[in-house]
């Protein structure tokens, strides 16, 4: 291995332990889409026969709305800026810089911040709670089974960086980045379609509150 080899290698993270497990992903990514599905149609037949009890002219509602789109567009910044890093080496390097140098899982931070944003523009705390309280009970679940796969390939060097790194709030002090990253346009793009997502269900939103003004939709009740 050359030098240029190893400092690559230092900016990339530990490589895996040769023959250990790789983590059960399909399971969970199964698991991920059937809960989210449930979630969102569950949201959106609320949103379907209810309002909020916040007033569309009301001076918060367009402060809320703008909240909500900034936290939707750094939601979609952010995961593409840690796609970057993840490159075509999860599960085969600890990643520790960049993103992962300041909290051990930026994606789901990222991602956290783009429910946050979809619950300002619903302008509803009883579907701002389902929204976060199913992200919290289901990541969590998730991130520990994430975190096992990963004690049981990197060992000691995961220790090291769990202790050192959040698991949740960034410590930017922390922050390190290598001098250069080998990027993989796939991964890039499959970043900018997952937060797509992120970004559709504002005009979604926008155009069920509109269909409930012109009487398209029953208003059964109006939601807290």
């Given at each position: 291995?050359?030098?240029?080899?190893?400092?690559?290698d230092?900016?990339?993270?530990?490589?895996?332990?040769?023959?250990?497990?790789?983590?059960?992903?399909?399971?969970?990514?199964?698991?991920?889409?059937?809960?989210?599905?449930?979630?969102?149609?569950?949201?959106?037949?609320?949103?379907?026969?209810?309002?909020?009890?916040?007033?569309?002219?009301?001076?918060?509602?367009?402060?809320?709305?703008?909240?909500?789109?900034?936290?939707?567009?750094?939601?979609?910044f952010?995961?593409?800026?840690?796609s970057?890093?993840?490159?075509?080496?999860?599960?085969?390097?600890?990643?520790?810089?960049?993103?992962?140098?300041?909290?051990?899982?930026?994606?789901?931070?990222?991602?956290?911040?783009?429910?946050?944003?979809?619950?300002?523009?619903?302008?509803?705390?009883?579907?701002?709670?389902?929204?976060?309280?199913a992200?919290?009970?289901?990541?969590?679940?998730?991130?520990?089974?994430?975190?096992?796969?990963?004690?049981?390939?990197?060992?000691?060097?995961?220790?090291?960086?769990?202790?050192?790194?959040?698991?949740?709030?960034?410590?930017?002090?922390?922050?390190?980045?290598?001098?250069?990253?080998e990027?993989?346009?796939?991964?890039?793009?499959?970043?900018?379609?997952?937060?797509?997502?992120?970004?559709?269900?504002?005009?979604?939103?926008?155009?069920?509150e509109?269909l409930h003004?012109?009487?398209?939709?029953?208003?059964?009740?109006?939601?807290?």
């Open positions: 291995m050359t030098a240029t080899d190893e400092r690559l230092r900016g990339r993270g530990a490589h895996a332990r040769p023959g250990a497990p790789l983590p059960p992903r399909s399971g969970l990514i199964r698991q991920r889409l059937r809960d989210s599905r449930i979630v969102v149609a569950l949201i959106g037949i609320l949103l379907l026969v209810s309002r909020p009890l916040l007033d569309s002219n009301s001076r918060w509602h367009e402060g809320i709305e703008y909240g909500g789109y900034a936290l939707a567009i750094l939601c979609v952010g995961r593409i800026w840690c970057a890093y993840i490159g075509g080496y999860k599960n085969q390097r600890l990643l520790t810089v960049g993103p992962f140098s300041v909290v051990r899982n930026p994606l789901y931070v990222f991602s956290f911040i783009g429910v946050l944003g979809i619950a300002l523009i619903v302008e509803s705390a009883v579907i701002a709670a389902l929204l976060v309280g992200f919290a009970l289901y990541y969590r679940r998730v991130v520990r089974a994430e975190e096992n796969n990963l004690r049981t390939q990197f060992a000691e060097a995961y220790e090291a960086y769990s202790v050192r790194v959040p698991r949740w709030l960034p410590k930017f002090s922390l922050f390190t980045g290598p001098d250069r990253i990027m993989h346009p796939r991964f890039l793009l499959k970043a900018m379609r997952d937060g797509l997502w992120f970004l559709l269900a504002f005009p979604i939103v926008e155009l069920i509109y003004d012109i009487g398209w939709l029953p208003t059964l009740f109006a939601l807290p």
